[in-house]
């Protein structure tokens, strides 16, 4: 029988979907308010993999990943996707989204991103909220599933979550170490 355990935190980022209308500054220090301080963004990249957010949004989306300093636990999830959720309303004008708010987590083996709509591939993970894994880290990069989204498999994607992993991997380090009591290198 294996033994019950607490899960390692892991490394809470956040994928905005922006049109060209939002105040990036506001939302920033909303999440912050919200999550946490950022301690890294991507750079701001074009979104054009789908139109399905146009007739909301707009066109001229453009994605950013922002990444959290605090690392938390896996069932953080549905609380911050409730969160996101709320914000996305807050920002909305006319009853449309300027913002579109993906959070997720990363680990050393997977990105985990969390949505409200169930489906094959998802699991439930309460509050109304399920995760997928979206990409798996094998042979020393971010392999996409069949349902990983083609933005999810884009190379300026992929360069940001290396950075984030192994920023995430240097923090599980530093927290081992201080754990048992050694010195940080």
Known sequence: MGEIRQPEPVMLFIGLLIAPSCALVGVYRSLEERVGPIELKSQ???????RYYEPEMGSGLSRQFLAFERLVLPDELPRVKIATNALEKELAQDGKRRVNLDPGYLTGAKLVLVTTKDHAHRLYLGRGIYGEITLMFQRGKFEALPW??????????????????????????EARSSAKGEQPK
Do not use: C
Not at 148 to 173: H, I, N
């Open 44 to 50: 701001i990249m074009d979104f054009d993999y789908t």
């Open 148 to 173: 990983t989204y083609p933005d999810y498999r884009s190379q300026g994607y992929q360069e940001f979550f290396q950075v984030l992993r192994e920023r995430y991997l240097s923090k599980v380090s």
